[in-house]
C-alpha cells in the first residue's frame, strides 16, 4: 500500500460538459478516506473490516437468529471437518506407504479412507446449510439496511437534500446498503477459507515448523495484491457513482413515457443516445483501465506466490533428503499445502471483495453519522393549534451556490383565516417564502413566529401537520386515484366518505367517471393498466388531496392552520379555474390561512392582503383597492393593468394606459 487510488483519466468528454456542465466524477479528495489512502496500515485494515463484520452480524441477529447461528456453526463445522480431512490423508498415506502385502496395507489404509469419505460427505451438508442460511440472511440484512437508509434520506432536512456533498455521501450509502447483504456472502466464504488456511497451517507447523513460515509467505503477496485491487476499485466505483446516475437518468429519458412526446417530435433520440454512448464508452475507458491495472498487480503477486510455493516445495524436499520428516509426512505436507493455497486463492479474492464492500458499508455508517446531523428535529416547543398571527420578522434566505438572496430581509404578517396573495415576478422569491412558511427550509437570518413561538425551536413534526401545500410541482404519484387522495393524510385511516367530499370540493367526479377503475384507477402511464392525467386534471387531484388534509385532523386531533397553494390552477381552462380560487378562498371558512402564490392578479384582486416581492425583497403591500389607488404607481398596479388590457377587463383607471414592460 503505498500510493493513493487513481479514479479517473483523461479530459472531460464532450457530453458530459455539454449536458452536465463538467465531469460528472465525484471528487473526493482521497486524504479524507483514510481506509482509501495509501498511508494506512494493515492492521488499521483488519480493524475496520472487523468493526464492519460487527455490523454485519449485529444486523444479521437483529433479522435472523436461527439463520445466522446455523451459517455461523455450518462454516465452524466444515473448518473443523477439513482439519480432520488432512488429519485421515495423514494417517491413510502412512499406512499406504508402510511396507507389506498391498491387501495387508489397503486393510490398514481403509479406516482413514472412509474418513476422509465420510468428513468429505459431511462437508457437504455443511456447505449446503451454510448456503440456506445465507441465502435467508442475506436480503433479510439488506432490507434492514435498505430501511435504514431510506428512512435516514427521508428524515433529512431538504436543504440537505439538495447539497451535492450529501447528495454524494447518499450516493455510496446506499451501495452501502447493498454491500450490507454481500459482506454475509463474503464473510462466510472468508471464514470457509480462513479455516482451510487455518486447518492447514496447523497440520503443516504439526508435521515440521519450518513449513509454517513457508505458507506465510505464499499467502502475503495475494493478501497485498487483493487489498490494493479492492481499494483502486472501491474508489473508481465511488468517483463514478454519479456519472452512473446521470447515465441511467440519459436511458430513462430515452425509454419512459414522460419525455415521450418531445423525444419524437424534436426528434432528441439520436442526441440523447449519442450522449448516452459516450459517457458509456467513458465508463468502459475506466472499467478497462481497472482490469489492466488488475492483471498487473494479479500478475505480480501470483510471480511472488508463485516463487514462495516453489521456496516450500524445495524446503520440503530438502526435509526428506535430510530425514527430517517421513515420506508419509512430506505427501501430507504437499496436500497440506496444495489445500492451504486454494485457500488462500479463495481468500484473496474473498478478501479483496469484502474489503470492498466494507469500504462502502463503511459510508453508510457515515451516513448515519451525518444523516443524524442533518436530521429534521424531533420534538421542541408544542406550537398554537390556530395562531392568531404569524410573523415573518427580517427573514433572508441564500441558496448554496448562489451569490444572492432568494429572500432579503422580508417582514410581514399573516393574519388568521385571511387569504394571503403572495405576488412577484419569476424567482422573486415566492416559493422560497413558502417553503419557509411551510418549514421545510430554515430561515439564514430572522425568524418566522406562530403567536410569538419562533417555528425553529418549535415542535417540526407538529409545524409540519399544521401546514398543508399544494405546490407548484406538486407531487404527482405514480399510485392509483385513491391513495393520491389518502397521501393528503396518510397516518390516519380515512373512509371512502371522506374522499367524496374532497373529489366534490375540487369538482373531480367529471374525472373520476371517465376513470376504467374509478378511484382504483392507477394514474400512472407506463405501467400496466395505468392511465395519464391532463395537467389541469392532475390539478384538481391535488387540490382534492389539499382539501382532504385540511379536512381530516392529524393523529392528535391537530388541523391544519396554514395552506400555501402555489400557482393551483395554472393548467386549468378558465371556468375551472375561476372556480377553483373561489373554491381555494372558501378554504378560509375552515378557519384556515390561505397563502396563495399566483401570476392572476384577477385571482389576487379578491385577497385580504397583497404580498409583492421583487428579488427577494418585499416591495409592496395592502389590499388591492390600496395598490391600485397608490400614487405613483404600485409595481402592482401596473401588472394588473398589463393583464387587465390583455383581457380587456375594462379594470382600467380612467386616466390610465397599460405599460408593457413591468412584470409581477
Ligand atoms: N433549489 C434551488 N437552488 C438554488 N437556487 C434556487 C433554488 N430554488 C430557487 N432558486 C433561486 O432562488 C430565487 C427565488 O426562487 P423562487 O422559486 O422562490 O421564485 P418564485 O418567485 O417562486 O418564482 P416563480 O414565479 O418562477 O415560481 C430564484 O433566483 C431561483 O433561481
Known amino acids: 500500500m503505498t500510493s493513493a487510488p487513481k479514479t479517473s483519466t483523461g479530459p472531460v468528454p464532450d457530453s458530459e460538459q455539454l449536458l452536465f456542465g463538467g465531469p460528472m466524477r465525484y471528487d473526493y479528495g482521497w486524504a479524507k478516506h483514510e481506509m482509501a489512502s495509501g498511508k494506512v496500515t494493515f492492521s488499521a485494515v483488519a480493524r475496520q473490516m472487523l468493526h464492519f463484520l460487527r455490523l454485519a452480524g449485529r444486523m444479521a441477529w437483529q433479522a435472523d437468529r436461527a439463520a445466522l447461528l446455523t451459517l455461523v456453526g455450518a462454516e465452524i463445522l466444515r473448518g473443523l471437518a477439513a482439519a480432520f480431512a488432512l488429519i485421515a490423508t495423514n494417517h491413510a498415506l502412512a499406512a499406504l506407504l508402510a511396507p507389506g502385502h498391498v491387501a495387508d496395507v489397503l486393510r490398514a489404509a481403509l479406516p482413514a479412507i472412509v474418513a476422509v469419505g465420510v468428513i468429505a460427505g459431511l462437508s457437504s451438508v455443511l456447505s449446503a446449510a451454510s ?22 434520506v427521508s428524515r433529512s432536512e431538504l436543504e440537505a ?124 475507458q475506466e472499467q478497462a483501465r481497472l482490469a489492466g491495472a488488475r492483471a498487473r498487480t494479479d500478475l505480480l503477486s501470483a510471480a511472488l506466490a508463485g516463487a514462495a510455493t516453489v521456496g516450500a516445495f524445495a524446503l520440503l524436499g530438502s526435509l526428506v533428503m535430510n530425514g527430517a520428516i517421513p515420506l508419509a509426512a512430506a505427501g501430507t505436507a504437499v496436500v497440506a499445502i496444495r489445500t492451504g493455497s486454494a485457500s488462500i486463492g479463495g481468500l484473496v479474492s474473498q478478501i479483496n471483495r469484502l474489503y470492498e464492500e466494507s469500504l462502502f458499508v463503511r459510508d453508510l455508517d457515515q451516513l448515519r453519522r451525518e444523516g443524524h446531523r442533518r436530521a429534521i428535529p424531533t420534538g421542541g416547543t408544542p406550537l398554537p393549534e390556530r395562531p392568531e398571527t404569524i410573523t415573518v420578522e427580517d427573514v433572508s434566505f441564500t441558496y448554496d451556490g448562489r451569490d444572492t438572496p432568494a429572500l432579503d430581509n422580508v417582514t410581514l404578517t399573516i ?85 367524496e367530499t374532497a373529489a366534490d370540493y375540487a369538482d373531480l367526479h367529471p374525472v373520476i367517471e371517465e376513470l376504467p377503475r374509478s378511484w382504483d384507477t392507477l394514474i400512472a402511464k407506463g405501467f400496466e393498466g395505468g392511465v395519464g392525467l391532463s395537467g389541469g386534471q392532475w390539478q384538481k387531484v391535488a387540490l382534492a388531496r389539499t382539501h382532504l388534509r385540511l379536512t381530516t385532523p392529524d393523529a392528535h386531533g391537530r388541523l391544519p392552520a396554514l395552506v400555501v397553494v402555489d400557482e393551483p390552477t395554472s393548467a386549468m381552462d378558465p371556468e375551472t379555474e375561476v372556480e377553483a380560487f373561489e373554491q381555494i378562498r372558501q378554504l378560509t371558512t375552515l378557519g384556515v390561512t390561505v397563502i396563495l402564490i399566483t401570476h392572476r392578479l384577477g385571482a389576487t384582486a379578491k385577497a385580504d392582503r397583497i404580498f409583492v416581492l421583487d428579488h427577494g425583497r418585499l416591495m409592496e403591500q395592502g389590499t388591492h383597492t390600496e395598490l391600485m389607488a397608490q400614487e405613483p404607481a404600485t409595481r402592482y398596479r401596473e401588472s394588473y393593468l398589463l393583464q387587465a388590457a390583455q383581457y380587456d377587463l375594462g379594470d382600467r383607471l380612467p386616466h390610465q394606459t397599460a405599460p408593457t414592460t413591468t412584470n409581477v
Open 131 to 152: 448456503g440456506w442460511a445465507g441465502g435467508r440472511l442475506e436480503p433479510a440484512v439488506f432490507r434492514r439496511a435498505t430501511i435504514e437508509f431510506l428512512t435516514i
Open 161 to 284: 437534500i439538495e447539497d451535492p456533498a450529501f447528495l454524494a455521501e447518499v450516493d455510496s450509502a446506499r451501495w452501502g446498503a447493498m454491500s450490507l447483504q454481500s459482506i454475509i456472502g463474503q464473510a462466510t466464504s472468508v471464514l470457509t477459507a480462513a479455516f482451510g488456511l487455518v486447518s492447514a497451517a496447523g497440520v503443516l507447523s504439526v508435521l515440521h515448523p519450518a513449513l509454517l513460515p513457508m505458507l506465510v509467505l505464499i499467502t502475503a503477496p495475494r493478501g497485498w495484491g487483493a487489498v490494493r485491487t479492492a481499494r483502486r476499485h472501491y474508489a473508481s466505483t465511488r468517483a463514478w457513482l454519479q456519472h452512473s446516475r446521470a447515465s441511467t437518468a440519459l436511458a430513462d429519458m430515452l425509454i419512459r413515457p414522460y419525455s415521450a412526446a418531445e423525444l419524437r417530435v424534436h426528434a432528441c433520440g439520436p442526441f440523447i443516445l449519442h450522449h448516452y454512448e459516450q459517457m458509456a464508452r467513458a465508463a468502459e
Open 415 to 499: 393574519p388568521r383565516g385571511k387569504v394571503i396573495a403572495l405576488v412577484g415576478a419569476n424567482g422573486s422569491g415566492k416559493s422560497t417564502l413558502a417553503n419557509i412558511l411551510c418549514g421545510v427550509y430554515q430561515p439564514h437570518h430572522g425568524r418566522v413566529r406562530w403567536d410569538g413561538i419562533d417555528t425553529a425551536t418549535a415542535d417540526r413534526d407538529q409545524l409540519f401537520s399544521s401546514v398543508a401545500l399544494l405546490a407548484q410541482n406538486f407531487q404527482r404519484w405514480s399510485f392509483t386515484l385513491r391513495a393520491n387522495l389518502l397521501l393528503g393524510r396518510p397516518e390516519v385511516p380515512c373512509d371512502q366518505q371522506q374522499l
